[in-house]
């Protein structure tokens, strides 16, 4: 089992800078590909980035690819996503999600989530 608690959620503007944090417990982190997803209303849940269990790759959908970097830190159990040049229509609820795996990248099929942190970008 694998515990997700994510946090950094809030309110900006257009053009401004977010940090989320997701804290994993549960499994040794090192053993865990991680990735985040966000679920606008009225829409599913869409992939936004992915990182492997060694850090060494990341993916990233072509929505925010350049404006958002995943990264993980091991030592704090802790993968962030911070999130620049915001844009309205990156307002949605953004999780956390994890899997066991030694594959280099997934977006799909993760076994653990996170509840989720809002993110709302105003215009």
């Known amino acids: 089992q694998v515990q997700l608690v994510e946090s950094g959620g809030g309110l900006v503007q257009a053009g401004d800078s977010l940090r989320l944090s997701c804290v994993a417990s549960?499994?040794?982190?090192?053993?865990?590909?991680l990735g985040w997803f966000r679920q606008a209303p009225g829409k599913e849940r869409e992939f936004v980035a992915t990182i492997n269990r060694s850090g060494a790759y990341t993916y990233y959908s072509d929505s925010v690819k350049g404006r958002f970097t995943i990264s993980r830190d091991d030592t704090k159990n802790t993968v962030y996503l911070l999130m620049n040049s915001l844009k309205p229509e990156d307002t949605a609820v953004y999780y956390c999600?994890?899997?066991?795996?030694?594959?280099?990248?997934?977006?799909?099929?993760?076994?653990?989530w996170g509840q989720g942190t809002q993110v709302t970008v105003s215009s």
């Open positions: 999600a994890a899997k066991l795996t030694p594959a280099a990248i997934i977006t799909t099929r993760f076994d653990y």
């Open positions: 549960g499994r040794t982190f090192n053993s865990i590909a």
